[in-house]
């Protein structure tokens, strides 16, 4: 079952229930993955590493404007954007715990050959590429820092 098939289907279930959030969050998700599919080059289908990457970057934007409401102290808009956040994770695949990561990252480190903060974009190639929707792109980034400024 595709993404837009799976969220079709939890918004028939939302608006059934009368929930607002879920509905509010599912037709957002829905409006990129249409958006995504009309989009030059893609041809009316879109990958399933594609909308992986589509659900990302909409829990970004949320993460992102979560953070502006709540230095504003927006509660109301902050928390409808928590809200949203929480409906989108749970079409993503589940993200690695820091130690599952700081393992992965100190293997590619060590496969790459690296040994200074010079070396930061090389490890960071290959770890977006293997870790493409289990870790966020902040926290890798992070992470190869620290263990290669060591």
Do not use: C, H, W, Y
Request: net charge neutral; glycine share 6%.
């Amino acid at each position: 079952m595709s993404l837009e098939q799976k969220i079709q289907a939890e918004l028939k279930t939302a608006m059934l229930a009368k929930d607002e959030k879920t509905v509010r969050s599912l037709r957002a998700i829905k409006a990129a993955i249409i958006l995504a599919k009309t989009s030059e080059g893609a041809g009316g289908e879109i990958k399933e590493e594609d909308e992986i990457k589509l659900l990302q970057k909409l829990v970004k934007q949320r993460k992102d404007s979560l953070e502006i409401f709540t230095q504003q102290n927006r509660t109301d808009l902050a928390s409808k954007e928590q809200e949203e956040i929480e409906v989108i994770e749970k079409f993503l695949p589940k993200q690695m715990s820091a130690e599952e990561l700081k393992v992965i990252i100190a293997n590619i480190i060590a496969e790459t050959g690296a040994s200074s903060p010079a070396d930061m974009g090389k490890v960071m190639g290959v770890a977006t590429k293997q870790l493409a929707g289990k870790a966020d792109g902040k926290a890798i980034s992070a992470l190869v820092k620290e263990l290669l400024a060591k």
